[in-house]
């Protein structure tokens, strides 16, 4: 027994150890081990979870599948009257459960019509019985050509009678379904009393499509004779295979086609010869710029160069009265600055103030200036070296 003594208001154990510090130092001593046994607990739960995970699957109808839109129901009713169930998610896994079983049945859901007509032609050799549900016309054209889409039941309609003169359906009696109907070499539970129906068999019997989920599921499974029905139907053999294709089940070649498939042949050839005559297009008719000229920016453009740019613009298309229009309000603008008569001055006080510093008259001043406007190219040259005249002389004055 440890003893414990008391020194001032601290309570020391014959250890050495102040009361609370030697739990501490045990978990510090032990730390490693702690945690390796924190983590293979971890570890357990973790596989004990998947475990538990992996024995279900919340795919529509799965064998594996507990909810209301699975079809483990089935499979366990199944299992339990001596029917092999083999749940299968590949093709390749499909075939090799066919390839050790005799006269198995293959139960396929492929609602997305990931299967092609190859992969389904293999299905049905490799079968004895395939039971299609709510097969796409893809899928149907792959299995029967015989079975074709006919409609939907309405809604109004609870309860379907058989109908016909197939075994399983007149054991099973009446259903309760909604869904697509199919017409076939035989049809069973037609809505109307005939014509196509939730239950479609191919000649040979070895291909029945049913045309409702909910003749299988979990939910509806119980409603009138819907169980006895997909019993009979998916129990005639001892092997069952149910097979869910998905996304890795579509064959490669499948795939989208390249722009190179999608190509004509002619342009293999023609392609290269009108790159190489667009090539030569561009350089016959292709405007010589000449090599660029690297220049550190700001650039300093000077004015003799831009108005010589603005003035090869105009000509180019032939805007003599704007080229006029500019010339002159400028002109009026620099003229008015070098007599300081303001922002506001106007065309009046500048004309006057110009004529005063010129040897012109006025009236000459005013026709230059304010009253012409030149027509072409010609006259406007003529116009702006007499307005320069005018300027030069007034501001040299």
Same mark, same amino acid.
């Given at each position: 027994?440890?003893?414990? @003594? ?17 739990? =501490? ?32 699957? /919340?795919?529509? !109808? ?13 499979? @366990?009713?199944? %299992? ?7 749940? #299968? ?17 293959? &139960? ?5 019509? &990931?299967?092609?007509? /190859? ?17 796409? +016309? ?7 050509? %015989? ?6 039941? $309405? ?21 309760s379904a909604q869904g697509s109907v199919f017409s076939g070499p035989v049809v069973c539970y037609a809505p109307r009393g005939s014509g196509p129906g939730l239950y479609a068999e191919s000649a040979d019997g070895r291909v029945i499509v049913l045309g ?31 097979? +869910? ?5 579509? $064959?490669?070649?499948?795939? /989208? ?13 023609? %392609? ?6 667009? !090539? !030569? ?10 090599? +660029?000229?690297? *220049?550190? !920016?700001?650039?300093?453009? =000077? ?17 003599? @009265? ?30 006057? #103030? #110009?004529?005063?510093?010129? =040897?012109?008259?006025?009236? *000459? ?6 009253? &012409? ?14 307005? *320069? ?9």
């Open positions: 027994m440890t003893t414990k @003594e008391h020194v001032g208001q601290e309570e020391i154990t014959t250890t050495g150890f102040p009361a609370g510090r030697g739990f =501490k130092a045990w978990f510090q001593k032990h730390l490693v081990w702690i945690a390796l046994g924190a983590l293979l607990a971890g570890l357990v739960i973790f596989l004990a979870i998947d475990s538990v995970a992996g024995a279900t699957d /919340s795919r529509r !109808l799965s064998a594996r599948n507990p909810a209301p839109d699975g079809g483990m129901a089935v499979a @366990e009713i199944l %299992g339990r009257h001596g029917v092999s169930v083999t749940p #299968t998610e590949t093709f390749e896994d499909t075939l090799e459960a066919l390839s050790n079983k005799d006269d198995a049945t293959v &139960f396929l859901f492929d609602a997305q019509g &990931f299967l092609d007509r /190859s992969q389904l032609e293999d299905i049905t050799a490799a079968a004895d019985r395939v039971v299609v549900v709510t097969p796409r +016309l893809r899928t149907l054209n792959g299995l029967a050509e %015989g079975i074709r889409p006919g409609g939907v039941v $309405p809604e109004a309609i609870q309860v379907i009678e058989p109908g016909c003169g197939q075994d399983d359906a007149l054991a099973a009696g009446r259903v409702s989920r909910e003749l299988l599921d979990n939910q509806h499974v119980a409603l009138e004779g819907n169980a006895a029905l997909a019993l009979r139907t998916l129990g005639n053999n001892a092997d069952l295979v149910w097979y +869910l294709p998905g996304i890795g089940d579509i $064959p490669a070649s499948n795939s /989208s086609p390249t722009l190179n498939e999608l190509a004509p042949r002619w342009l293999a050839f023609a %392609g290269p010869w009108l790159g190489f005559v667009a !090539l !030569l297009a561009i350089v016959w008719r292709g405007r010589r710029m000449g090599p +660029l000229v690297f *220049e550190p !920016l700001p650039v300093v453009v =000077k004015a003799a160069e831009t108005a010589e740019g603005r003035a090869r613009l105009y000509q180019d298309s032939r805007a003599v @009265e704007r080229a006029a229009r500019n010339l002159r309000a400028g002109t009026l603008s620099r003229l008015a600055r070098h007599f300081n008569l303001g922002a506001d001055a106007t065309t009046e006080a500048i004309l006057d #103030t #110009t004529a005063r510093h010129v =040897k012109l008259p006025a009236t *000459e001043v005013r026709s230059v200036l304010i009253d &012409f406007m030149p027509e072409s190219e010609g006259q406007l040259v003529q116009w702006a070296q007499q307005i *320069e005249r005018i300027e030069q002389e007034a501001i040299a004055r």
